[in-house]
């Protein structure tokens, strides 16, 4: 009898010292970003508008002027921003417009479309914001409905993981928010 309360002792030992493995809990990453401070952009271009002043523009060689990169250095992202004189053909630049976001709904969770409208301005159009992991999480156009349109998206130079870009995203959106809001033809 000895030796089998001893063995029950020694497998309760043995089972007791086992340590219980829990998963550690989702979290995300603590990342900051500076208060965002902007800029007005003045040029010859037929508008004006405010960019962040973390941000840089580039024109392509071979690109119109009015048509630049807005790149984000730190963040390894870039508006592509565009610019076209209306000639006869608002329809199709709208219809192209608006064909852009949805060619990210394969990837896309979900496209939330909001109509900006800003009669003072004389500024119209739309501002969609993509969720998932598509190659834009954000895009606009504006048009003054008569001589101006212009577009811009945003892209990361990374493979497009939602949960990863969402920080950066975030804050991007929020630029581009600022652009459409400040947006003013000449």
């Known amino acids: 009898m000895p030796k089998l309360s001893c063995v029950i002792i020694l497998v309760f030992g043995l089972l007791g010292c086992e340590s219980n493995v829990q998963p550690k809990q989702k979290?995300?990453?603590a990342l900051e970003y500076q208060s965002p401070s902007y800029q007005l952009i003045k040029s010859d271009c037929p508008f004006q508008f405010e960019i962040n002043q973390i941000a840089k523009i580039e024109t392509p060689q071979n690109f119109d002027p009015c048509s630049f990169n807005i790149r984000y250095p730190k963040l390894g992202a870039t508006i592509f921003f565009t610019y076209k004189p209306i000639h006869n053909n608002l329809k199709s630049l709208l219809t192209d417009a608006q064909k852009l976001p949805l060619k990210h709904?394969?990837?896309?969770?979900?496209?939330?479309?909001?109509?900006?409208?800003?009669?003072?301005?004389?500024?119209?159009?739309?501002?969609?914001?993509?969720?998932?992991?598509?190659?834009?999480?954000?895009?606009?156009?504006?048009t003054d409905s008569l001589q101006h349109f212009v577009t811009g998206s945003i892209y990361f130079k990374t493979a497009p993981?939602?949960?990863?870009?969402?920080?950066?995203?975030?804050?991007?959106?929020?630029?581009?928010?600022?652009?459409?809001?400040?947006?003013?033809?000449?």
């Open 105 to 142: 709904t394969i990837k896309a969770d979900a496209i939330e479309a909001d109509i900006f409208t800003n009669d003072v301005a004389k500024t119209y159009g739309n501002f969609y914001e993509v969720e998932g992991d598509a190659a834009s999480q954000a895009q606009f156009y504006l």
């Open 27 to 29: 979290a995300f990453l």
């Open 161 to 186: 993981n939602y949960d990863s870009i969402l920080p950066a995203a975030s804050y991007i959106k929020n630029d581009l928010k600022h652009i459409v809001e400040s947006m003013r033809w000449k």
